[in-house]
């Protein structure tokens, strides 16, 4: 990697670990409907939209819904989901990722979010960081889902800059395969034979620096 001018961070499992109540919300309406939802399971969710995340859950528990039914689920969810990230507070940032965002911008390197989630928003104002971001592409402003890389693109393009000058920070092997399909490089956070396809993997952003770009 070099002659690195953006990063782009992924939000969920990145600078937050929202994951906890994602699952808690589909665990929930996975015993509502009468089967249960492991934490294994929901590893499946992971950087997945909210619609494709239902067709997995809905398989775990062998049922299936009409549309006008599995948008009546979703969206029961996402207001279990949307009353516990109302209580985030700062504390819930992931260690060093504040810190990172905020030397990627004292070095001139411009900084953007990439995230699937339609909640980012609502997360970025609770943990107090909506300022660090030059650009905020979420789930609202896409129409197709990583590993399609069109998050990505738009906030490389909102920035002005070309693919090959960003990096994207992501949890997700989708989110990994969508910064590669648009060009970009990619710094994996988690484990390496998890991620193997990033340029680089790290535990969390408190083990990554400037110079590793
Ligand atoms: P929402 P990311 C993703 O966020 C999550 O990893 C994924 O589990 C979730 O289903 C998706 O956002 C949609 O979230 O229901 O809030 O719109 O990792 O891309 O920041
Ligand atoms: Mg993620």
Redesign the pocket.
Known sequence: MNNIKACIF????VIVDT?VY?YKAWKRLANELGFDFTEADNER??????MR?LEIVLQCGGITKTESEQKLLAAQK?AW?VEMINQMTPAEILPGAQEFVEACRAAGIKTALG??????MTILEKLHITHLFDVIID?NKVTKA?PDPEVFLKGAEELGIEPKYCVVFE??IA?IEAAKAGGMKAVGIGKPDVLHEADLVVSGLDKMTLNKL
């Open positions: 992924d939000l969920d499992g994951a994602h969710l992971k950087g997945v939209s909210r995340s996402n989901y995230s699937a989630s339609k909640n980012s789930g990583k949890d997700a989110g």
